[in-house]
Nanobody
Framework: QLQLVQSGGGLVQPGGSLRLSCAAS????????IIWFRQAPGKEREGVSC??????????FYGDSVKGRFTISRDDSKNTVYLQMNRLNTEDTAVYYC????????????????WGQGTQVTVSS
C-alpha cells in the first residue's frame, strides 16, 4: 500500500526555519516526482517545490514565492524527501502537503495522486 507520512511543521517566528519530512512506504520514492504544495486559509493551493525522480535527473523547481528561501532534497536511502524552509514569513503560514507521482516534475499539484496527510506551518510572532 502506497503511503506518504509527513512530519515536521509547527509554530515559528518570522525569520525562523523549519524542516518538513515526507517518508514513503510501500514504494520507492526514487522513481517518483515529489511535490510540496500548500494551502493557506481562504487561498488556493499553491505548488511550492518539486524534485524529479532520482533516475531522471530532471531537476528541481521552486515557486517564485519561495525561491532562495526553501530547499527541497531527497534521501533515497531513507525513502524520504525534505523541505527545508528558511527566512519564513507570515505569508508562508499554511497546511503543507507532499505528494508523489510517476511523472515529469511539475508545480501543478493536481497532477499528483498520492498525498501525505498534511502538516500545519504557522509563522507568527
Amino acid at each position: 500500500q502506497l503511503q506518504l507520512v509527513q512530519s515536521g511543521g509547527g509554530l515559528v517566528q518570522p525569520g525562523g526555519s523549519l524542516r518538513l519530512s515526507c517518508a514513503a512506504s510501500g514504494f520507492n520514492l526514487n522513481r517518483h516526482s515529489i511535490i510540496w504544495f500548500r494551502q493557506a486559509p481562504g487561498k488556493e493551493r499553491e505548488g511550492v517545490s518539486c524534485i524529479s525522480p532520482t533516475i531522471s535527473d530532471g531537476g528541481i523547481f521552486y515557486g517564485d514565492s519561495v525561491k532562495g528561501r526553501f530547499t527541497i532534497s531527497r534521501d533515497d536511502s531513507k525513502n524520504t524527501v525534505y523541505l527545508q524552509m528558511n527566512r519564513l514569513n507570515t505569508e508562508d503560514t499554511a497546511v503543507y502537503y507532499c505528494a508523489a507521482e510517476v511523472i515529469w516534475c511539475s508545480l501543478d499539484w493536481s497532477l499528483f495522486n498520492s498525498w501525505g496527510q498534511g502538516t500545519q506551518v504557522t509563522v507568527s510572532s
